[in-house]
């Protein structure tokens, strides 16, 4: 006879109260793809784009990025700021030599014969012009060396803060936008050591003309520098007005990012076309594509009227300056030739402000993306692995006493005061419908998470207490999503981790979930690369891949063995050769397995049954199905196919 299905009908809703109603009489406002972007911080960091705070921050930056540098290469740092003060020295030395060859030159156009006086100040100016070239080529190349080191290193330190963040940080939605502010300072990071020492080499430059204008007339100078005001607060607003857009699109930015990888990855390819779906995900990509470009073309505007206002404003400001050379050279205030050395003088002053505003501001740019990668480096986005240090030994006993659990932003718990033993050389089974927390229990008896309330032991000891990494060398879990690395079939089961007998002990973790028999249609065996997306290895099915899975759980020398839904993709033998092998498996192992194949679980110790976070059964599997509740409920509705068979038809 079939078992009637004693759950509710899925044509009834929660809603927020928790009460039941008609799905057809709720009308709920659909859900747009936002992404909570934490734009906060960006809008702060905006504000940070202006002239003072560009003072400020400057030689912070700068001392910053040499400090990065010089992490990764000293030698090389040292020679480019040699390099940079022995240029800035010459282009004084050559200028204060232009006075000296005009003034000759202006002498032998009235007497040739004096012609040999301009020989010393011309070589001057020729040798240090030649100099100061080779030194430009020699700070280039330096610099290029330089800067893929740099944004290595910030790579690195990037993924390594990463991969020391708890898992929760996943669940926050903040963390995955953080991770991409990082990325993005990591990708200027190689701009920066240009931007600074292009800078610095302006500094120099602008220091050195002042050095000569101030020795001709000390008022040229000031006038100089408040001709370039203006372009300077142009260039500040410009880049706010530029970056406050960034951070207007961010969301659209990253919803094209997802599109874009929905319409082309390869997980999902195969439904994009049978569900002629991509017209549609199209369509949200251009709708988000247009909204970003409304927005920059709205900055570039407003930007553009800026400059326009500064470049007009200095125009005036440099017309101010040359008319003032020339009326001091007309009131006999200069002679020509220190008027010829004040034209370049002034150029060259020009040049060194226009270095500094514009290399400033770029600095500053790039300063404030470096700034998330570093709070990324240095906090993981506040979620670095923060627990203890003890080493456990091979756990003889895990329990969790009371432990409540809630995901990060969620709104209510998903384990409830759940009580849980498992013991060494004992199988556990965890059953329950979707949604009942059992993958949610597995997260935390592996310490992935930690307990909201209530306690998770290894041997007595609070696994908030272990040090995380050493407690995860003693545990293996196989996940529902499982990894497919790209890597050879040996590495997807030693994990780079072999054990001492080598291929011994692949072999024979192969042979416990019938991995073995993958291998040996293998062109290469354990040598075959398992990627064919990537370097033409080869593809196996889903089912061969979750054999594999299983073998990299038994290759481990793991006290812990956690297996959620280890079989869902495997043929009858194959799941028959696992579940008569875990026993073996278990010999010195606390076994957890988490199956809807109520069958595999009387092989199981103990069975444990889940039912919206709370555990509400626990015992053998033939104590359970011979009892009433929702185990024997489940089982009944696993059973009663028969009754379905066209020829007897429903009773
Ligand atoms: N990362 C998460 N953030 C917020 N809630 C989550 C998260 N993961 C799971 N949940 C919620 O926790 C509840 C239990 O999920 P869990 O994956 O533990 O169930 P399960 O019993 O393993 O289900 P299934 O049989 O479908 O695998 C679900 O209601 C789910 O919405």
């Not at 040699?82 to 003034?103: D, E, I, Y």
């Not at 990012?257 to 997980?267: E, G, Q, S, T």
């Amino acid at each position: 006879m079939p078992v009637s299905d004693t759950s509710d009908t899925p044509s009834k809703l929660h809603d927020e109260n928790g009460e039941r109603d008609d799905a057809s009489t709720t009308p709920v406002a659909e859900e747009t793809l936002a992404f909570d972007h934490p734009g906060g911080d960006s809008l702060e960091l905006a504000d940070l784009l202006t002239g003072r705070s560009m003072a400020r921050r400057l030689p912070s930056l700068i001392r910053r990025t040499f400090s990065l540098a010089w992490q990764v290469d000293r030698r090389t740092v040292v020679v480019l700021l040699a390099c940079q003060v022995v240029s800035g020295g010459s282009g004084a030395l050559g200028l204060f030599a232009t006075t000296q060859a005009f003034s000759a030159l202006i002498a032998t156009a009235q007497d040739t014969s004096r012609l040999s006086e301009a020989v010393p100040a011309v070589s001057v100016l020729a040798g240090t012009a030649g100099l100061r070239a080779l030194l430009g080529i020699a700070v280039q190349a330096l610099s290029n060396r330089l800067s893929p080191r740099i944004s290595r290193e910030a790579e690195f330190r990037m993924l390594e803060a990463a991969t020391n963040a708890e898992q929760a940080a996943y669940d926050h939605p903040g963390f995955n936008d953080r991770f991409d502010a990082a990325e993005r300072g990591v990708d200027v990071s190689r701009d920066m050591i240009g931007q600074s020492q292009n800078y610095v080499s302006s500094l120099a430059t602008l220091v050195g003309a002042a050095v000569v204008l101030a020795s001709l007339y000390p008022l040229l100078f000031p006038l100089l520098v408040l001709a370039a005001v203006p372009q300077a607060v142009a260039g500040i607003r410009g880049e706010r007005i530029t970056y406050l857009a960034t951070v207007a699109t961010h969301k659209d930015r990253r919803v094209m990012y997802m599109l874009r990888w929905h319409l082309i990855a390869k997980d999902q390819s195969d439904q994009v076309r049978t569900d002629t779906l991509a017209p549609y995900l199209l369509k949200k990509y251009r709708a988000s594509a247009e909204r970003v470009e409304a927005t920059s073309n709205t900055a570039t505007w407003k930007r553009a009227k800026v400059t326009l206002v500064g470049a007009a404003a200095t125009g005036l400001g440099t017309a101010l300056v040359w008319g003032t050379v020339l009326l001091l050279l007309g009131s006999g205030r200069i002679s020509a030739a220190a008027a010829g050395t004040a034209v370049f003088a002034l150029r060259s002053a020009a040049t060194g402000l226009q270095g500094l505003v514009g290399y400033g501001r770029d600095l500053l740019r790039t300063g404030l993306y470096l700034d998330d990668w570093e709070r990324f480096v240095n906090e993981a986005a506040g979620q670095r692995l923060d627990r203890g240090t003890l080493v456990p030994r091979r756990p003889k006993h895990i329990t969790l006493r009371q432990v409540t659990f809630r995901y990060p932003e969620a709104t209510q718990d998903t384990l409830h005061a759940v009580d849980f033993d498992v013991r060494q050389g004992e199988i556990v089974a965890v059953i329950g419908e979707n949604g009942s927390g059992k993958s949610t229990l597995m997260k935390l008896l592996s310490g992935l998470n930690l307990a909201t309330s209530g306690t998770v032991s290894w041997d007595g000891v609070n696994v908030a207490d272990l040090d995380p990494h050493a407690m995860w060398r003693e545990t293996s879990v196989v996940p529902q999503d499982f990894a497919r690395w790209p890597m050879t079939a040996r590495e997807n089961i030693t994990l780079g981790q072999p054990r001492p007998e080598g291929d011994r002990a692949v072999l024979r973790a192969a042979e416990t979930s019938g991995a073995d028999d993958v291998l040996t249609t293998l062109r290469s065996g354990l040598n075959t690369l398992l990627a064919r997306e990537w370097w033409g290895g080869v593809a196996l099915s889903p089912g061969q891949w979750q054999r594999v899975a299983v073998a990299r759980a038994a290759h481990r020398d793991a006290g812990l063995l956690v297996m959620d839904e280890p079989t869902s993709d495997l043929d009858p033998r194959a799941e028959h050769r696992i579940f008569t092998g875990l026993r073996a498996l278990a010999g010195d192992r606390a076994v957890v397995l988490v199956t809807h194949n109520l069958a595999n679980t009387s092989i199981a110790d103990r069975v444990v049954v889940m039912d919206q976070g709370h555990i509400v059964q626990s015992g053998t599997f033939h104590e359970l199905i011979n009892q009433t509740g929702l185990m024997q409920d489940l089982w009944r509705l696993q059973q009663d196919r028969d009754a379905y068979r066209p020829e007897g038809g429903r009773t």
